[in-house]
């Protein structure tokens, strides 16, 4: 299993929370700019959190020298893998020639591939859609997979839909372009020796499970973000953990780790918990009082609190709302 690289989303303090859901599950940071991460402070970029491994840096970029470079930066600074993004379809990053739009040009993912394996030991990868635009030939995405793996990718994580690269926004493009999850199993009865994960819809352990007998590993997005607690199941579903018991893990226990996050990370680093919390706040996602305890760990008027007083001000708050919903 794996979580989805999320722009804005999956930064250290998100990997930090969802590590402490599930043990096991491979981490991925939000897409680092390869040219950021030389010239743009490589440590506000890549400091990371001991407790996050397994994690994985992915890097956007389309200049093999700079992404060795940063690559060889990644791996010093320990991360477990480096992954490259052949999936964004952004303007912004379309515009430096990369992302999605780097499917037209395997030649060069390939030499990127094989400029970032030269300088590093750790595994890397690359994550793709299935097609550009209306390109819906299977011979694209398979002929895209042959030539990077020619450089040496052997892992490789499909988001199984097309890129439109004209007309929509990039959140309209996680959902628009159809889900074709059957290419992705092509691609592994094609290229059988490598590794397959695929993404795109997954929200429940059945259509997971479902996958995983087919292919090598699934990554969830959005679902991981806003439906925490659904990692909380994971180990004990996917690693074998307690032979397939649910840890006793709780809810209440993680929100005071976290809060316990929250004051290390303001004495060392001066960062407001708000930065924190905000990865948060679908933890209680369907539980009733969940709208009122989401409410008082977004409040901007209390940012000036201890996330401590805060935690207690949230406890409150929803029992305070279970108790009136009770005398209903
Ligand atoms: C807010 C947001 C930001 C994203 N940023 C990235 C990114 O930086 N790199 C990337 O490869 N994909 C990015 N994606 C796409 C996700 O990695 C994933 O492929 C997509 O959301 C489909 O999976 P899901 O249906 O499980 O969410 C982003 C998605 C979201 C929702």
Redesign the pocket.
């Known amino acids: 299993m794996s979580i ?7 930064d250290r303090h998100c990997r930090y929370f969802h590590r402490l859901l599930t043990q096991h599950t491979l981490l ?4 680092v700019n390869a040219g950021a991460v030389i010239h743009g402070g490589t440590e506000r970029h890549l400091r990371f959190n001991a407790e996050e491994h397994p994690v994985a840096l ?1 890097l ?1 970029g389309s200049e093999p020298a700079d992404l060795a470079q940063a690559a060889r930066l990644g791996a010093q600074w320990g991360y477990d893998e480096i ?1 490259l ?4 379809p952004s303007d912004r990053v379309q515009r430096g020639a990369f ?1 999605a739009s780097l499917m037209k040009a395997p030649q060069l993912v390939a030499d990127c591939v094989k400029a970032m394996r030269d300088v590093v030991d750790v595994p890397v990868t690359v ?1 793709h859609r299935i097609g550009i635009d209306k390109e819906e030939s299977y011979s694209f995405v398979r002929d895209f997979v042959g030539t990077v793996a020619d450089a040496g990718c052997t892992v490789f ?1 499909v ?1 199984a ?1 097309n890129a439109w690269l004209q007309g929509l926004s ?2 309209e493009n ?1 959902d628009i372009p159809p889900l074709r999850y059957e290419v992705v199993r092509q691609l592994k009865a094609d290229f059988p020796q490598f590794t397959f994960a695929i ?5 429940t352990d059945e259509a997971v499970q479902e996958q995983l007998q087919h292919l090598d590993g699934v ?7 806003h439906n925490p607690w659904w990692l909380a199941r994971w180990d004990a579903l996917y690693y074998g953990e307690q032979g397939g018991v649910p840890c006793p893990l709780t809810r209440e226990g993680v929100e005071l780790a976290m809060v316990e996050y929250m004051e290390r990370e303001a004495a060392q680093y001066g960062t407001p918990w708000a930065h924190i919390a905000r990865h948060m706040l679908g933890l209680r996602h369907s539980l009733a009082g969940a709208r009122i305890w989401r409410q008082v760990w977004s409040n901007h008027l209390l940012k000036d609190r201890a996330a401590r007083e805060v935690y207690h001000l949230a406890q409150q708050a929803v029992a305070e709302s279970l108790a009136n919903h009770q005398e209903h």
């Open positions: 989805a690289p999320m722009m804005d989303w999956t991925y940071t939000e897409m992915q956007g992954n993004n052949c999936g964004c992302g994550k994580i988001h839909r990039p959140k996680r993404n795109g819809g997954f929200t990554m969830v997005g959005r679902e991981a973000y």
